[in-house]
C-alpha cells in the first residue's frame, strides 16, 4: 500500500511543468498567425489600397461581376457606369480589381528583391578598390 501512495506522488511530479503544458497552445497561435491572420491582413491592407487608388475613367470590376468605369467618387461611393448612359452608384468596397477595357486584370510588375549578397557585391563594384582606382 505504502508502494501505490509513492508510486503516484512519483506520476504526479513527472506529469510536466506549466510551462510545457502551455507550448501546444502557444505552437496552435503561432501557426493560425501564420497560415490565417497574416495572409488576411495582407489582403485587406492590398484592398484598402486598391480602393484608395482608383481614380475617374479607371475600369473596374466589382465583387459581384459587373465590369464599369468610374465616372465619379464621393466620400465612400463610386459612380460607375456600367453601359452607355447607365450609371449605378456603388461602395468602394465592392470594387474586386482594376481592370482593362476588355475584362483582363491589371497586373502591377513587383520589383524582384535583391538579396543582400547582390547588394554589397554590386555596392563593392563601384567604389574603388586600389590606388589607382581612386586617382
Not at 452608384?89 to 481592370?99: H, I, L, T
Not at 482593362?100 to 513587383?110: E, H, M, R, W
Request: charge should be positive; charged fraction near 25%; proline fraction near 4%.
Amino acid at each position: 500500500m505504502f508502494s501505490l501512495i509513492i508510486a503516484a506522488e512519483d506520476t504526479a511530479k513527472s506529469s510536466g511543468s506549466g510551462i510545457l503544458g502551455l507550448l501546444p497552445l502557444v505552437l496552435i497561435f503561432v501557426v493560425m498567425y501564420f497560415l490565417l491572420l497574416r495572409p488576411q491582413r495582407k489582403r485587406q491592407k492590398d484592398a484598402a489600397a486598391l480602393q484608395g487608388a482608383i481614380q475617374i475613367n479607371d475600369s473596374v470590376l466589382l465583387t459581384n461581376g459587373i465590369l464599369g468605369v468610374v465616372t465619379g467618387i464621393e466620400d465612400r461611393f463610386l459612380w460607375v457606369e456600367i453601359a452607355e448612359g447607365v450609371q449605378v452608384q456603388v461602395m468602394k468596397g465592392s470594387v474586386g480589381s482594376k481592370v482593362n477595357l476588355d475584362g483582363t486584370a491589371i497586373v502591377v510588375p513587383k520589383a524582384p528583391k535583391k538579396s543582400r549578397k547582390a547588394e554589397k557585391t554590386a555596392d563593392a563594384s563601384t567604389e574603388p578598390t586600389s590606388d589607382k582606382d581612386k586617382q
